[in-house]
């Protein structure tokens, strides 16, 4: 199963590190990244596959919640179902 | 990224941080016909069971896919069999099975369960006027159960007793509940051509044409809607049903795709999607403002109805692409308690009774969450029930009416009834009288167009 992360909030140093930290650190694989800075807002897209996860879909969310919160952005894991249906007929 | 682009994703993100976009409801339909016993005690019991053991999980689940997709779930509220079915045995004894399923919605921490419910529409047996009348007590002595009475339909026309005997049944519900502003009448609604699959309160029960259990989900989004309309200044009104429909599109199919899911984590059948536009009092979640957007002053100047008209229709055409099973009501609500732009307009008068009841001709579903004065004569809240039924008989839609009389209260008072639920200034009615023609009793005819065999 493969989730989005998004990563919103103010640019600083060390965000991707953080992030990428924290999955890794549960064996979640990043399988595609994109950033952008757009005047001083930091929006980072992930593609992920959770298929050797040692969370749910929904632990992952609450532990990346936290690790949002100590960083100073907003930190969202959504199963990347909800962006097909939503967005593609 | 694979299909998907990033203003896609910010855009979803943005629609539920932003704009309120949530599942508002999701409700499992539960029949109870197995439950059937001789006894009050042994039917209730066994109702508790049966309620208990299928809708156990219903919190957990709605919680879990509320985190894995990042919509939240507002409510999980489950509906069963019209309880006067399962009460025909012991008439005088029906409160036994409301207690039941109050008990059992509170074992299972959803928010509401309706279907104290009872179908009348052409003609009402001992057992089930009964049942009606036992309506007052059920809602008063409970919290979470809600009742509805189906009083016509466009096949069968209109049972003028049931109306006669609702308006008593809705002053009595206010008086018992008066120390709390008569609030047992927000759990009640009186329908025309009530549907068998809605998923919303107050009027949601569990049809006997369904299945054994069922999950019906109601999307929403009206804050989506209005923020899609924000940049649509100098727009045509056909460029703004588009737009609406496009967004219709896209809630709808959240709906839908977590809706699929939560029948399969719950073990039931997938019913429908419900692809009305439902209100709540906070700010940026109002259908009146999306009216407004679209071009009034205030919701209720002239040109609403043609406004509600469109929005209805585009959210339909929307939601129809994006769910091959729409059902329930699937309209845009105007609860005057439950929207803050609803609640602004009828404090400094732009909108009227009169106002609202001309546009529950385009729209589901009636007169909704409508506080007036405690003094007004239960055959006056009839007369609203028989004008109601009537649009909804004659156009073949579903029509209702959930009006709140509040004991001591007169016009310019307010009543504050809490959370979702919001809060009113108490309406004018017409101080005229119809009590003749309410008193008069019978079936209205079924109209001429019903006939199409």
Same mark, same amino acid.
């Given at each position: 199963?493969?989730?989005?992360?998004?990563?919103?909030?103010?640019?600083?140093?060390?965000?991707?590190?953080?992030?990428?930290?924290?999955?890794?650190?549960?064996?979640?694989?990043?399988?595609?990244?994109?950033?952008?800075?757009?005047?001083?807002?930091?929006?980072?897209?992930?593609?992920?596959?959770?298929?050797?996860?040692?969370?749910?879909?929904?632990?992952?969310?609450?532990?990346?919640?936290?690790?949002?919160?100590?960083?100073?952005?907003?930190?969202?894991?959504?199963?990347?179902?909800?962006?097909?249906?939503?967005?593609?007929? | 990224?694979? +299909?998907?682009?990033?203003?896609?994703? &910010?855009?979803?993100?943005d629609m539920?941080?932003k704009e309120h976009f949530d599942?508002r409801?999701?409700?499992?339909?539960?029949?109870?016909?197995?439950?059937?016993?001789?006894?009050?005690?042994?039917?209730?019991?066994?109702?508790?069971?049966?309620?208990?053991?299928?809708?156990?999980?219903?919190?957990?689940?709605?919680?879990?896919?509320?985190?894995? /997709?990042?919509?939240?779930?507002?409510?999980?509220?489950?509906?069963?069999? $019209?309880?006067?079915?399962?009460?025909?045995?012991?008439?005088?004894?029906?409160?036994?099975?409301?207690?039941?399923?109050?008990?059992?919605?509170?074992?299972?921490?959803?928010?509401?369960? *309706?279907? /104290?419910?009872?179908?009348?529409?052409?003609?009402?047996?001992?057992?089930?006027?009964?049942?009606?009348?036992?309506?007052?007590?059920?809602?008063?002595?409970?919290?979470?159960?809600?009742?509805?009475?189906?009083?016509?339909? @466009?096949?069968?026309? &209109?049972?003028?007793?049931?109306?006669?005997?609702?308006?008593?049944?809705?002053?009595?519900?206010?008086? +018992?509940?008066?120390?709390?502003? *008569?609030?047992?009448?927000?759990?009640?609604?009186?329908?025309?051509?009530?549907?068998?699959?809605? $998923?919303?309160?107050?009027?949601?029960?569990?049809?006997?044409?369904?299945?054994?259990?069922? &999950?019906?989900?109601?999307v929403s989004g009206p804050g989506v809607v209005h923020h899609a309309l924000k940049n649509l200044k100098?727009a045509s009104i056909d460029e703004v049903a588009e737009t609406i429909k496009r967004t219709a599109f896209k809630i709808t199919?959240?709906?839908?795709?977590?809706?699929?899911?939560?029948?399969?984590?719950?073990?039931?059948?997938?019913?429908?999607?419900?692809l009305s536009l439902a209100p709540t009092p906070v700010i940026g979640d109002s259908v009146a403002h999306i009216l407004e957007e679209i071009g009034l002053e205030s919701v209720g100047a002239?040109g609403t109805t043609a406004a509600l008209a469109m929005l209805n229709d585009a959210v339909k055409k929307g939601g129809?692409?994006?769910?091959?099973?729409?059902? *329930?009501l699937s309209g845009a609500f105007i609860p005057v308690?439950e929207d803050i732009g609803m609640i602004n307009a009828a404090? @400094?008068?732009a909108i009227?009774?009169?106002k609202l009841?001309?546009m529950t001709?385009v729209c589901s579903v009636?007169?909704d969450?409508?506080?007036?004065?405690?003094?007004? $004569?239960?055959?006056? &809240?009839?007369?609203?029930?028989?004008?109601?039924?009537?649009?909804?008989?004659?156009?073949?839609?579903?029509?209702?009416?959930?009006?709140?009389?509040?004991?001591?209260?007169?016009?310019?008072?307010?009543?504050?009834?809490?959370?979702?639920?919001g809060?009113?200034?108490?309406?004018?009615?017409?101080? /005229?009288?119809?009590?003749?023609?309410?008193?008069?009793?019978?079936?209205? $005819?079924?109209?001429?167009?019903?006939?199409?065999?």
């Amino acid at each position: 199963m493969r989730a989005i992360v998004t990563v919103i909030g103010k640019d600083k140093s060390g965000i991707i590190a953080k992030v990428s930290s924290v999955l890794a650190a549960n064996d979640v694989n990043i399988e595609d990244i994109s950033q952008t800075i757009v005047s001083g807002n930091f929006t980072m897209i992930m593609l992920c596959d959770l298929e050797k996860s040692r969370l749910s879909l929904a632990e992952l969310n609450e532990t990346m919640r936290h690790t949002g919160a100590e960083a100073g952005v907003s930190i969202h894991v959504q199963h990347e179902d909800i962006f097909n249906a939503m967005h593609n007929v | 990224m694979s +299909l998907i682009n990033r203003n896609q994703i &910010i855009e979803t993100i943005d629609m539920v941080e932003k704009e309120h976009f949530d599942v508002r409801t999701i409700t499992m339909g539960i029949s109870l016909l197995s439950c059937i016993r001789e006894s009050a005690e042994e039917t209730a019991r066994l109702c508790y069971d049966r309620i208990c053991k299928k809708a156990e999980n219903i919190v957990k689940v709605a919680r879990e896919l509320g985190e894995e /997709y990042g919509i939240p779930v507002i409510n999980k509220r489950v509906s069963v069999t $019209p309880a006067s079915i399962l009460a025909a045995n012991f008439p005088g004894r029906e409160t036994a099975l409301a207690k039941a399923f109050d008990k059992a919605a509170e074992t299972c921490g959803i928010d509401f369960l *309706g279907g /104290y419910s009872a179908l009348v529409n052409k003609s009402m047996t001992s057992f089930e006027r009964s049942f009606i009348e036992s309506i007052p007590e059920a809602l008063a002595e409970t919290k979470k159960v809600c009742s509805s009475v189906n009083v016509g339909s @466009s096949k069968s026309g &209109i049972n003028m007793d049931a109306v006669k005997l609702l308006g008593e049944t809705i002053k009595r519900a206010a008086e +018992l509940t008066r120390d709390a502003d *008569g609030i047992a009448c927000a759990k009640f609604v009186a329908f025309c051509n009530a549907v068998e699959d809605n $998923p919303f309160m107050a009027g949601a029960f569990h049809g006997t044409g369904e299945g054994e259990t069922v &999950i019906n989900v109601g999307v929403s989004g009206p804050g989506v809607v209005h923020h899609a309309l924000k940049n649509l200044k100098d727009a045509s009104i056909d460029e703004v049903a588009e737009t609406i429909k496009r967004t219709a599109f896209k809630i709808t199919r959240a709906g839908s795709l977590i809706a699929k899911e939560a029948a399969k984590r719950l073990g039931a059948e997938f019913g429908i999607v419900d692809l009305s536009l439902a209100p709540t009092p906070v700010i940026g979640d109002s259908v009146a403002h999306i009216l407004e957007e679209i071009g009034l002053e205030s919701v209720g100047a002239h040109g609403t109805t043609a406004a509600l008209a469109m929005l209805n229709d585009a959210v339909k055409k929307g939601g129809v692409m994006a769910s091959s099973s729409v059902g *329930g009501l699937s309209g845009a609500f105007i609860p005057v308690s439950e929207d803050i732009g609803m609640i602004n307009a009828a404090r @400094s008068g732009a909108i009227t009774l009169a106002k609202l009841e001309a546009m529950t001709a385009v729209c589901s579903v009636g007169i909704d969450m409508v506080a007036i004065p405690g003094d007004t $004569p239960a055959s006056t &809240i009839s007369g609203m029930i028989a004008d109601e039924a009537a649009i909804g008989m004659i156009n073949n839609k579903t029509t209702a009416v959930r009006v709140i009389p509040v004991p001591g209260k007169k016009e310019g008072d307010s009543v504050e009834f809490g959370g979702l639920l919001g809060s009113a200034p108490i309406m004018p009615v017409s101080p /005229y009288s119809c009590e003749k023609l309410v008193s008069r009793g019978g079936r209205m $005819p079924a109209p001429i167009h019903s006939n199409k065999n």
